[in-house]
């Protein structure tokens, strides 16, 4: 009988921290997300600076 209930609070341990890691990496994945479509308007707004500056050099020539 001891033997079991040590097995359902392992068990139960193991299922609730695997509850909570999970959680965790959701808002890790959540972070990095808006980081990298943070950094995607930035390229964006440089990559058509530089479209731009480009079109401008042609005109002037």
Known sequence: M????????I??????SLAM???????IFD?????NKAAMQVYKGVH???HISKDERVNKE
């Open 2 to 9: 001891k033997a079991i209930k040590a097995m359902l609070i």
């Open 11 to 16: 068990a139960a341990v193991g299922a609730s």
């Open 21 to 27: 890691a999970e959680g965790g990496s959701d808002r």
């Open 31 to 35: 972070r990095a997300h808006a980081a």
């Open 48 to 50: 058509e600076q530089s």
